[in-house]
């Protein structure tokens, strides 16, 4: 069995049931080959649990340096690559996953996570006075990128632009959508973030470009390019993957109400719910690598200079690991989910995405009673970022 439907296409999963096709093809080709159209190289394409987790840590056999989305590879690479850390490979990989960490240090998230927890209280606080509102544009894309941008010191008014950049960076609103604006807007992204940090290496400051563009790595410090590169995966991930994840939150809550009351009534654990709504929502739907060398896995053989894509959105539903996993138990225990991957390439900002939806959560129980969908959600276009550009929903506030 070959699997038909076309995963270089944004919009296959806006036609197609997802969580239906990586049913079927877990239980009848959970490792297969890929054929891409118009000449472009093929991939394989690994969709169970053990086998994904297995390609996140197997950095020996696999490499991120040519690039770790589908799309970058398969127009033959990212030039990028060894000097973001998500497409560099060890021994450079460590050391700059090592000067990141410090961005992610006690000192720094506790600051920045007290403004999370500020700034969701007082966008949910207003919302509950709107009655019919999109919570996509009014509440989530605020919470995310505005925490970011604290992390960076950015200018207030350079954000709204910012925002609209990494909206076309990774996916399009409109099926149409052009290849060469995400292209131009990630370019535009790091052009800018270039022009900070030569600004902040001039004039540093207590903030986390500073911090970056005033380090070594190696024994040199990071040209500009290397300092917004960094940087530029930070804005990427720290936005799109929570704001993603904020969405499909209050979309899960009005699909399951039960759920919504226990954790507002206090029944479910406020933790455990954030890890399965990490997992039910699963913004990042696959991680791409490119052989090393031939090895097998899943019973077929990989050639070196193969392009592999491996899919946490197919592993975080995997029944052999997650019993019912389409039905949202927000006191799943044990939830191992590879939300933010796992092994050398764990997402340095998990802390900090944990904190934004714990925060979420938490000025939800404060402020709202029931959540009602009053429309129809539209998704996103995008063959890496599963999601939606819009939800509206109405907040009814709780009493006193």
Partial sequence: MTPSLDLTDPATFVRNDPYEFWHRVRGESPVYWHPSPGGQPGFWVVAGYDDVLSCHGNWKQLSSARGNVLDVLLRGGDSAGGKMLAVTDRPRHQHLRNLMLRAFSPRVLGAVAKRVEERAADLVGQVTELGSFDFASEVAEHIPMNTICDLLSIPGRDRKQLLLWSKAALASEDPEGAELDAVEARNEIVLYLMELAFERRSNPGDDVISMIAGAEVDGRPLTPEEVALNCYSLVLGGDESSRMTAISTVLAFTRYPDQWRGLREGTIDLDTAVEELLRWSTPSMHFGRTALCDFSLGGQQLRAGDIVTFWTTSANNDETVFADPRTLDLSR????????????????????????????????????????????????????????????????????
Avoid: Q, W
């Fill in 333 to 400: 225990r044990p939830n191992k989910h590879l939300t933010f991957g796992h092994g050398p390439h764990f997402c340095v900002g998990a802390a900090l995405g944990r904190a934004e939806l714990r925060a979420l959560l938490r000025s939800l129980v404060m402020s709202v009673e029931e959540i009602e969908l009053d429309g129809v959600p539209e998704r996103i276009y995008s063959n890496f970022l599963y999601g939606y550009s819009s939800l509206p929903v109405v907040f009814h506030p709780r009493s006193a």
